[in-house]
Nanobody
Framework: QVQLVESGGGLVEAGGSLRLSCTAS????????TGWYRQAPGHERELVAE???????NYLDSVQGRFTISRVVATNTVNLQMNNLKPEDSAMYYC???????????WGRGTQVTVSS
């Protein structure tokens, strides 16, 4: 099993920045991808950003240029730097971790991001 511990999040004014972190432990190999989804009330969960073993990244169109995902291999941590935040970025953010093989992704418990206008 993979355990995920998230940190960061909180309340910020529009235009501000926040940094989310997620550290994986346990059976973390073989690593395939990790990243962040978000879900706002009344909306479906959507992929925000992810990073693959190949270092390729993928971003939601609306966060491209504002958010940056990175991974620290030594600590098995994925970070999401969020700049120029907008009220529509407000949501619960969930870290995920995917290993190669026939299994579902592992999920963190979520961290709330609230952007005031």
């Amino acid at each position: 099993q993979v355990q995920l511990v998230e940190s960061g999040g909180g309340l910020v004014e529009a235009g501000g920045s926040l940094r989310l972190s997620c550290t994986a432990s346990g059976g973390i190999f073989p690593f395939k991808s990790t990243g962040w989804y978000r879900q706002a009330p009344g909306h479906e969960r959507e992929l925000v950003a992810e990073i693959f073993n190949s270092h390729r990244t993928n971003y939601l169109d609306s966060v491209q240029g504002r958010f940056t995902i990175s991974r620290v291999v030594a600590t098995n941590t994925v970070n999401l730097q969020m700049n120029n935040l907008k009220p529509e970025d407000s949501a619960m953010y969930y870290c995920y971790y995917q290993r190669y093989g026939p299994e579902d992704p592992h999920w963190g418990r979520g961290t709330q991001v609230t952007v005031s206008s």
